[in-house]
């Protein structure tokens, strides 16, 4: 159902990314090989969703892929190669055609529609696959697939293991029904659940030979037109439901203007149903007689869909943020996309060992979500580039727990980090303190180790650019306070690696002498915590900042 409803939406559409991406700056050739690249990739998706019912990747990002690919082919004048729906026609045609249906972009968009139209409904848009249902004298003889709107695909064999289809109406009618073949969720809200693969499942199990009658019980029909029924659409809904369907009239209603629309859009969005949506249906009640409807959108119709759950980003850029353990993580720097009605613009990549496997370069697109509803998240590399740039990745073995106790050019980010933790709330609890001022004083050179700003005056704080006379005694009073704080807390803030219920006392001298038997003695500290223990107090750099800090006449040292 996806391509059949998304190809004529790319007009809409592609204005909408061409104003949010403007066309690459690349040379020809290069045009033509990604986007022949990227026609390939999709020609495959296409070819295993329609010849065998398995979906590769999630509708969206599909949705997305082909919006891509029409916008490269329109922005460097490249022939439209790739036909969606050209392996999707069956070798039956349809009693009456499947029309497509407009997508609609925003509330203006929505708004625009509704203009001037009357006795319009709003129906959940389900989220399975096409289907014609032709019933002769009442009995379900049968099941096309949607196919290309005028041909498809004969699923006739499953009806006798489809008990949740009628298969004998209670009235000996001559009828075609169109709808959605769905598969059955038991309270699923999309707004949690998302499309919970319903669609690729329904697909998979209508391309197979034989279904299971547990299979078959769990698929539903929801009926979305009946196109030789009733004029009035109140009154087809009441007859189908009297026919045996009733999910078409229980999730439908009629509305009046925008704020209901969107009312009912978020309401079926958060509310338990007992199939997959991915939007709502406008209907508007007049539409023209059967015979003369077409395999593409018509005016009658449009669907309203959900936030993106899945975003396809451009990569731009690859960085490595690199934290006060050494700890390494490439983070992304993308194209910004809109993803449940937030700007997302970076993503980590969560490890240097993911990111190498996935050998993500700028140019290449990747599918984006949301953790939790809130935090991005790297899915997927969904395309790559042809142009494969190198990305100078930080070396591992320059950075660890006990790396990086001065701002040398390697070490400046983990330094940074060092201080950040320092000063932040596990460590000495410095007000007005963050990660920008500890950048701006040792951007300055005011700072050089871990220790110096003990030894700042006011002076040299009102030599840095931005800082006031004001904005200099907040620092001041903040270093003052640090510098009183107890033993222990200095410690924590240091970086030791020790659990919080374990005790640090009385004083740098003693630990230092502790050996890793000593270590293990402390109730919950393992053979590796104590290693990492005696390797701390032992490190050379750890115990020159203890005697700058002895120097300094801090608690403890």
């Given at each position: 159902m996806r391509f059949m409803l998304f190809l004529p939406l790319l007009l809409c559409s592609f204005?909408?990314?061409?104003?949010?991406?403007?066309?690459?700056?690349?040379?020809?050739?290069?045009?033509?090989?990604?986007?022949?690249?990227?026609?390939?990739?999709?020609?495959?998706?296409?070819?295993?969703?329609?010849?065998?019912?398995?979906?590769?990747?999630?509708?969206?990002?599909?949705?997305q892929s082909l919006q891509r690919l029409r916008a490269l082919?329109?922005?460097?004048?490249?022939?439209?190669?790739h036909a969606p729906l050209s392996g999707a026609g069956g070798p039956i045609a349809h009693p009456i055609a499947h029309t497509g249906v407009a997508k609609l972009d925003d509330e203006r968009a929505v708004a625009r529609w509704l203009e001037g139209k009357r006795n319009v409904w709003v129906q959940p848009k389900v989220d399975g696959v096409a289907a014609s249902l032709v019933y002769q004298a009442g009995q379900l003889v049968q099941i096309l697939s949607r196919g290309d709107g005028v041909q498809g695909h004969d699923w006739s064999r499953h009806i006798g293991h489809l008990a949740g289809i009628p298969r004998q109406l209670?009235?000996?009618?001559?009828?075609?029904?169109?709808?959605?073949?769905?598969?059955?969720?038991?309270?699923?809200?999309?707004?949690?659940?998302?499309?919970?693969?319903?669609?690729?499942?329904?697909?998979?199990?209508?391309?197979?030979?034989?279904?299971?009658?547990?299979?078959?019980a769990r698929v539903g029909v929801f009926v979305w037109d009946w196109p030789s029924g009733p004029i009035d659409q109140g009154e087809r809904l009441a007859r189908l439901a009297e026919l045996g369907f009733p999910d078409?009239?229980?999730?439908?209603?009629?509305?009046?203007?925008?704020?209901?629309?969107?009312?009912?859009?978020?309401?079926?969005?958060?509310?338990?149903?007992?199939?997959?949506?991915?939007?709502?249906?406008?209907?508007?009640?007049s539409r023209p007689p059967a015979h003369r409807w077409r395999a593409k959108p018509p005016y009658w119709i449009a669907a309203w869909k959900y936030p993106f759950q899945q975003a396809l980003a451009d990569?731009?850029?690859?960085?490595?943020?690199?934290?006060?353990?050494?700890?390494?993580?490439?983070?992304?720097?993308?194209?910004?996309?809109?993803?449940?009605?937030?700007?997302?613009?970076?993503?980590?990549?969560?490890?240097?060992?993911?990111w190498q496997a996935l050998d993500i370069r700028p140019?290449?697109?990747?599918?984006?979500?949301?953790?939790?509803?809130?935090?991005?998240?790297?899915?997927?590399?969904?395309?790559?580039?042809?142009?494969?740039?190198?990305?100078?990745?930080?070396?591992?073995?320059?950075?660890?727990?006990?790396?990086?106790?001065?701002?040398?050019?390697?070490?400046?980010?983990?330094?940074?980090?060092?201080?950040?933790?320092?000063?932040?709330?596990?460590?000495?609890k410095m007000p007005g303190i963050g990660p920008a001022t500890w950048a701006q004083l040792v951007e300055h050179g005011v700072i050089s180790d871990l220790h110096t700003w003990l030894g700042l005056e006011r002076e040299h704080l009102l030599g840095i650019p931005g800082i006031s006379t004001t904005r200099a005694e907040q620092l001041l009073q903040a270093f003052a306070q640090a510098r009183r704080q107890p033993f222990e807390r200095w410690l924590r803030a240091l970086g030791v690696p020790a659990p919080s219920h374990l005790q640090l006392a009385p004083d740098w001298a003693t630990l230092a002498t502790r050996s890793i038997a000593q270590w293990r003695a402390e109730p919950g500290i393992g053979p590796g915590r104590a290693a990492q223990l005696a390797a701390f107090f032992a490190d050379e750099s750890v115990g020159l900042l203890a005697e700058q800090l002895r120097a300094q006449a801090i608690e403890g040292f």
């Open positions: 204005g909408l990314w061409a104003n949010a991406s403007p066309c690459p700056d690349w040379d020809a050739k290069r045009a033509h090989e990604e986007a022949a690249r990227l026609g390939e990739v999709i020609a495959r998706w296409d070819d295993h969703y329609h010849r065998q019912g398995v979906s590769l990747v999630a509708d969206e990002i599909y949705d082919q329109a922005c460097f004048d490249l022939p439209e190669a209670p009235e000996p009618l001559h009828l075609v029904l169109q709808g959605e073949l769905y598969w059955r969720l038991d309270h699923h809200v999309q707004a949690q659940a998302g499309g919970a693969n319903a669609r690729s499942t329904m697909a998979g199990l209508m391309a197979r030979k034989q279904l299971s009658d547990a299979q078959g078409s009239q229980r999730y439908s209603v009629a509305i009046d203007d925008l704020a209901q629309a969107a009312h009912w859009r978020q309401h079926w969005y958060r509310s338990p149903l007992p199939f997959a949506t991915d939007g709502v249906i406008l209907r508007q009640d990569v731009r850029d690859v960085r490595f943020k690199i934290g006060r353990t050494g700890r390494i993580t490439p983070v992304l720097h993308l194209s910004p996309v809109m993803l449940d009605e937030r700007r997302i613009s970076v993503v980590s990549v969560g490890s240097l060992a993911r140019g290449d697109q990747v599918a984006i979500t949301l953790a939790g509803l809130t935090v991005p998240r790297l899915e997927s590399v969904v395309h790559r580039s042809t142009d494969r740039p190198p990305v100078l990745a930080p070396n591992p073995s320059q950075h660890h727990a006990l790396s990086c106790w001065r701002p040398s050019t390697p070490c400046k980010q983990q330094f940074l980090a060092r201080l950040a933790w320092l000063g932040g709330r596990q460590g000495l």
